[in-house]
């Protein structure tokens, strides 16, 4: 977290020197009480070290506090989730936000650990390569979980000709499923992971174009999950580097929203795609339009593809026995929600279908509002099709979930 400690500190020093009302400092607080539940379906049988029947478990108490002061050009904010994880048989207290910021006209600062997310998509990520907890995901929390918060100093300038944030950050990488929960497909594989020391630079200019809204994005990054290579008969797994460039935009059409990402994936390690370990160099893309199409209901469609560079590269680097993927990797996902009972009770079915695999991901759901402060969703995680393909690999999985949450 040393961007958060340099801008602390220079925010202690800086506010030292200047007339502090303690009344303008109070704390807003909030919270919530959540008991979320993920059971096991199929019968399947499961490993020993993994946690079958109930994968998912756990009581969840977040305390959130805000701030500010000195005209409101200072800020704070915490989000502390204290949790009892009954599947693991674990408590942890998680620090899902800590910042401090400082607001003038001309530019924002935010020094802390923050939730970041940038691009137009709809759980799909190009240009968004800061860090996702892809295990609560798939259990079923809810959608604010799968995002981890970054270690960083962002900035926000505001000139005449765009909206510029610029993220300086300590690397973080994604939370993958693992065996503790998940029952996966092939050997287990205990590896020493090497993770990045360097900070990591981003860059997003955007602006509106009439009323369509347009971003471009550089990155100097890591891939935030391992390449994993066996020496000497030791499995060791490292964040290769990576360079992302992207664009989007988005904007109104015919009585709808017509979204459009695209970003190359620079695989600094791998330009020459010779290392089956590393990923190949990729451009990225996707189209997406959603809309209502009646009262309280609303539909959104998105097509993405991945393409891989030197693939015939890829091919013959690839070790005997091991799954081969496709040049051109395609999914499409389809999104519908719709409110009852004044907008109390609300329906959802979002679903990923692999194109190029054969495969796919259904999360339908059904949420209930009792009341301003305490709600209830019910769902279920579903994986089907072909067992080498990235939803299919999760077969074993599919769990019916449930959340209680009361907020105050």
Not at 188 to 197: F, K, R, T, V
Request: with cysteine; hydrophobic share 40%.
């Amino acid at each position: 977290m040393r961007p958060f400690f340099f801008g602390l500190l220079y925010t202690l020093t800086w506010s030292a020197s200047t007339p502090i009302n303690a009344a303008d400092w109070q704390p807003e607080m909030h919270g919530f009480l959540q008991a979320h539940g993920a059971s096991r379906m199929g019968g399947v049988e499961c490993p020993a070290q993994t946690a079958c029947d109930w994968p998912y478990n756990e009581q969840r108490f977040q305390l959130k506090l805000e701030g500010s002061g000195l005209e409101v050009s200072l800020g704070y904010a915490a989000k502390l989730d204290l949790v009892n994880d009954a599947a693991l048989g674990d408590s942890d207290l998680d620090t899902r936000e800590l910042y401090v910021d400082y607001n003038t006209e001309r530019f924002t600062v935010r020094a802390g650990r923050q939730v970041v997310t940038w691009g137009v998509a709809d759980l799909l990520f190009i240009n968004d390569t800061f860090p996702k907890d892809w295990v609560a995901f798939f259990d079923g929390l809810p959608l604010e979980y799968l995002k981890l918060g970054s270690d960083a100093l962002r900035i926000e300038l505001f000139p005449e000709f765009a909206d510029l944030q610029v993220m300086l950050a300590d690397f973080r990488k994604d939370s993958l499923p693992d065996r503790d929960r998940f029952i996966l497909p092939g050997p287990a594989i205990s590896a020493d992971l090497d993770e990045p020391s360097e900070l990591e630079a981003s860059l997003r200019a955007s602006r509106y174009f009439g009323s369509w809204d347009g971003a471009i994005y550089l990155s100097r990054t890591h891939y935030s999950a391992p390449a994993l290579s066996q020496i000497a008969g030791q499995w060791h797994g490292e964040f290769p580097r990576l360079n992302a460039y992207g664009a989007s935009l988005s904007g109104p059409l015919w009585n709808g929203v017509l979204s459009l990402e695209a970003g190359y994936y620079d695989s600094v390690e791998d330009r020459n795609g010779t290392d089956h370990a590393v990923e190949n160099s990729q451009t990225r893309f996707f189209v997406a339009y959603s809309r209502q199409i009646a009262e309280d209901t609303t539909l959104g469609i998105q097509g993405y593809a991945e393409w891989m560079y030197d693939y015939d590269a890829y091919r013959r680097a690839l070790p005997a026995g091991m799954p081969e993927r496709d040049e051109l990797r395609t999914v499409a996902t389809f999104r519908f929600t719709q409110f009852h009972l004044h907008q109390t009770l609300r329906l959802s079915l979002f679903a990923f279908w692999g194109g190029s695999e054969g495969d796919g991901y259904l999360i339908p759901s059904v949420r209930y509002a009792f009341s301003d402060d305490l709600w209830g969703e019910v769902g279920a995680n579903l994986f089907v099709g072909d067992r080498n393909g990235q939803f299919g690999a999760l077969g074993d999985n599919d769990n019916i979930y449930a959340t209680l949450r009361y907020a105050f």
